[in-house]
């Protein structure tokens, strides 16, 4: 059994890191990417877990499964003899699951803190305000307004959310963007910086309505001189 899980630990993981790429969104952001790496790396640590626990379930089914006695009463079955854990087996098992709880705090604690170290002290402010069923981007820098979110490469951005009637959550999957958009409060985040020209979506990920659906926008990472001809025309109200 321990040479079968170590077979298939291995021919999962590989397709782990084949499948995962596939159906990670498309990456625009350095915290994307890391998320997207995250997704990666915690899937590959939870493969071997899995097909370890369903390799000796299903040993331990059709291996130690009584028949039903001559009597046809399953009443009449003895109860099997006891097995206890050794001290040997509950440190190996101790010491497995924390190593893998530490591991995977110390990644998480990595990948925040080297977003926050990496902060810019003048990003690129942006308020959204979420509403049934919309979302409105403000520049406060520009003194312009916006229903499409126009972003320009390489800046760093920092976005304030809050929300005009009730609960959203503002997700931009491309960016590595979460945040929940609180009625009458304001919630900032770290920066993020766009990291590749394209097309991408805002949405929200809370119920919030009928139309719940449909509550998605235009984002659009731009070269920065695209984004400072966007801003002159919309100053203009061009």
């Known amino acids: 059994m321990l040479r079968l899980w170590i077979v298939l630990s291995v021919i999962f993981v590989a397709l782990t890191f084949i499948v995962v790429p596939l159906v990670n969104p498309t990456t625009a ?28 379930v299903f040993y331990s089914v059709f291996t130690f499964r009584e028949k039903t006695p ?24 101790l010491g497995i699951t924390s190593a893998l709880a530490i591991t995977t705090v110390a990644w998480g604690m990595f990948g925040f ?21 919309t979302w409105t ?12 979110l126009m ?10 959310v ?3 009637d009730v609960l959203h959550g503002f ?29 991408y979506e805002a949405r929200c990920v809370e119920l919030c309505g009928l139309y719940h659906t449909y509550m998605w926008t235009q984002v659009k990472v731009v070269s920065p001189s695209d984004f400072a001809t966007w801003a002159t025309g919309a100053q203009k109200g061009t």
């Open 29 to 56: 952001s350095s915290v994307a990417g890391f998320a997207s790496l995250t997704d990666l790396v915690f899937t590959a640590l939870a493969v071997p877990v899995a097909i370890f626990v369903w390799v000796f």
């Open 70 to 93: 001559v009597s046809g009463n399953a009443q009449d079955l003895p109860d099997g003899p006891p097995h206890e854990a050794t001290p040997r087996h509950q440190i190996w098992w």
């Open 113 to 133: 803190y080297s977003q926050v170290a990496a902060a810019p002290t003048r990003p690129l402010v942006v308020n959204v305000t979420g509403q049934e069923w």
């Open 137 to 148: 981007y403000a520049y406060p820098s520009l003194g312009v307004q916006s229903h499409v």
């Open 151 to 160: 972003l320009p490469k390489g800046r760093p951005v920092q976005f304030r």
């Open 162 to 164: 809050t929300s005009d």
């Open 171 to 199: 997700v931009i999957d491309a960016l590595g963007v979460a945040m929940d958009a609180n009625p009458g409060e304001w919630v900032a985040a770290p920066t993020v910086t766009p990291t590749r020209l394209g097309t």
